[in-house]
Each structure stands twice: as C-alpha cells, then as structure tokens.
C-alpha cells in the first residue's frame, strides 16, 4: 500500500514541492525529516511525544518500551501496583 505524500524542501533555486507514493513507513519518515529541518539526528532524538508518529519515526511498526502506552510500561505498572498492595508493614 503507499500513500500519496506532499513534501517542501529547499535547493539551489528556493523552495520546492514534490508529491510522491511512498509507503507509509517513508511517508511518515519524510514527515519527520521536515519537521526536524532535514536532521536524522533531530528525529532520533524528537522529543514531541504528542505526535501520533513519534513511536514510529525510526521505523518501528510498534510502541517503544519507554512510551507509556506500550505492553511493558504496562505490565512495569502492574507489578509496581501489585506489589504496592501486597507489602507488609
């Protein structure tokens, strides 16, 4: 499946616009790239959690342990819970 993607970029001559089908893997890494002025190391270290594609610029297809949302940040919460209740004293 790819997705029809609108992107601005500078050259020589000024800004541009291109539209092109990519997948949504590179759509969403294009998206990254320009909102981080064309830095890979400004998107690997984004900081903008409010972004629905934050847990997938690098390429992931799932949430990274560290989001809040993800299977074991969860389960961390559960047993930290847990064992909150089950402590004796």
């Given at each position: ?43 690997r ?45």
């Amino acid at each position: 499946m790819t997705v029809l993607h609108t992107f601005s970029y500078l050259d020589g001559s000024g800004p541009k616009t291109k539209t092109m089908n990519l997948t949504a893997r590179k759509a969403i890494r294009y998206h990254c790239l320009g909102c981080s002025a064309g830095s890979k190391q400004e998107v690997r270290n984004c900081s903008n959690l409010d972004c629905v594609l934050h847990p997938y610029r690098m390429g992931a297809n799932r949430k990274p342990e560290s989001h809040p949302d993800s299977k074991s940040a969860a389960k961390k919460r559960a047993i930290a819970q847990h064992k909150g209740q089950t402590k004796l004293g």
